[in-house]
């Protein structure tokens, strides 16, 4: 399979404190990686990284064949092939959902409004939000909202979706209508890094877990292997507080 | 609603109340001094004149007694025509008995009769106080307007962040845009609008000629009185507002800027079309509000002789030899213009906010 995204010794850190220190993954076409390890271990800030949200001090990251951190690469094109899930939603407040669905691809693809519109109709059919085109963001379930602001990265047509903590901020019962739409995404071949607490999920459809602590990657493995076989002492601490007893 | 509900509204309704009392204190009035002149009650026998007052107590007493539920609702409409019929005998038709009394005087009545001083000075001076009110309305109007353009502008340079990855030519421009900005709203906010109109005028006009190297005379014909006030309103205004929208921009969550950014909008276009009108939608109220007060503000243009509502007061004052007179017509006008224009603006804003509640089928 082709390597997608490589990262390579990165470094970061925000005002002296080191946040990721010497990170190195490879991610694979088609391949689902959840990210897992408590808060406050760099987990978000390493996905941020990646679409330049935040810029690593030290270290590459190539995507598709590309250098994205070397100077003078066009961040704006470049992030309309990495879609991204904010834990918080983020639905543009001022447009309806339609709206928040055809805003990019008008204003970066320059697509026309008649062909945006239809194809961002497509997409919402496929999350299950199509009869919700004309409302505000703000009248929508937190389920609702997710599975709309996923459905706007997805209209981009991306390579690689990155979700952070896509379902903290839901109510338990919204959880599942989000986790069966991403599970429908890694399904249809979707590239996908997802940074969870939901066990549950990267046991399920993961096909690599990453666990990370203080700002380091502890451990990469199969979601057999790390939850029933760790081998570092911290992932088996971790997992012992998190995972219900079997 | 009041009085629909049995059980309920056994408390007395305040505004019935209060308008019940208020038709028993003129009820007092018609009884004690009946008017003489154009008239409702005046010709009326005693037990006619006691009539409102009686329906007035009986009106109130109705709220105690609930089997009085069923005419309830029809005791403060009653009341309400009352009080207008009361309010003609005692402010209107005294204001009209004194215009026909001043009407053919050929000067103006003397200092103690105040009323009828007032009804002359208004009778005469009014498409004066009319073409001043226009001139007040339309320079704080149009400079409001304006002074909004330039700020939103303005607040582009004022909430630009500088980015870990700029180079030093950007944050040098950066920060030297939000340096500028900055000191010209301190400037602004901090000195009197009036003496701000005093300079403009006065400067201007002399600075642009010497700049553009052309004669003084060409320059005044463009820089007249009316730009200069509204460069003087704008100015002010834009100063004011950029500060406003600050603030109604940094109340837009982080997130939105943060997923226009991730689908790659460049951050102009962030900026444009998912912050900016989140944060001019923050801040409509303020900025609502900034042209109420451009419009008593704009008094202060009298002192470089803008012909306003105020400059008109002032000069009926000099015209009639009155002090207060001109200025309490004046302060009335104000006073009606600013609690009408709030009014459409309250509703303005309450229409706004249900559109939003009954969602837009698309954009």
Known sequence: ?246 | MTGAMPGKNRYPNISAVLLALAVIVFTVKTVAAPRSGISLYGELPLWARLIPGIFALLGAAAWFLPSFGKIKKYVKPALVILLATQIAEHVVFPVVDTYLSVRDLTRIPEQGKFLDSMVYIASRYWPDFLRGLSVTLRLSLAGTVAGLLLAIIFVFFRTLPVGERDGEIAVFLKRSGNFLVKTYVNVFRGTPMMVQAVIIYYLLPVALAALFKVPQAEVDKIFTLMTAGFVVVTLNTAAYLTEVLRGGIEAVDKGQLEAARSLGMSYWQAMRLVIFPQGIKNALPAICNEFLINIKDTSVLNVIGVAELFFVAQDAKYQYYRTYEPFIIAAVIYLVVTLSTSRLIMAIEKRMNLEVKELPSSN
């Open chain 1, 1 to 246: 399979m082709e390597k997608i995204l490589e990262i390579k010794n990165l470094h970061k850190s925000f005002g002296g404190t080191p946040v990721l220190t010497d990170i190195n993954l490879s991610v694979y076409e088609k391949e689902v990686v959840c990210v897992i390890g408590s808060s406050g271990s760099g987990k978000s800030t390493l996905l941020r990284c990646l679409n330049l949200l935040e810029y690593p001090d030290s270290g590459k990251v190539y995507f598709a064949g590309r250098e994205i951190t070397a100077p003078g690469v066009n961040v704006n094109r470049l992030r309309t092939e990495i879609g991204m899930v904010f834990q918080s939603f983020n639905l543009f407040a001022n447009k309806t959902v339609l709206g928040n669905l055809t805003l990019a691809p008008r204003r970066v693809l320059k697509m026309d409004k008649k062909s945006a519109a239809e194809k961002a109709t497509r997409v919402l059919e496929s999350v299950g939000m199509a009869d919700f085109a004309g409302r505000s963001p703000k009248t929508l379930s937190g389920g609702q909202k997710q599975r709309v602001a996923i459905a706007r990265s997805l209209v981009m047509e991306p390579k690689i979706m990155l979700f952070d903590e896509p379902t903290s901020a839901l109510d338990p019962e919204m959880v599942g209508e989000v986790l069966s739409v991403m599970k429908g995404l890694a399904a249809a071949g979707m590239t996908m890094i997802v940074v969870t607490h939901e066990m549950g999920f990267a046991r399920e459809a993961a096909s690599r877990v990453v666990f990370m602590d203080e700002g380091k990657i502890v451990e990469t493995g199969p979601p057999a292997v790390i939850f029933n076989n760790p081998r570092a002492e911290r992932t088996r601490q971790f997992l012992k507080r998190t995972l219900p007893p079997a």
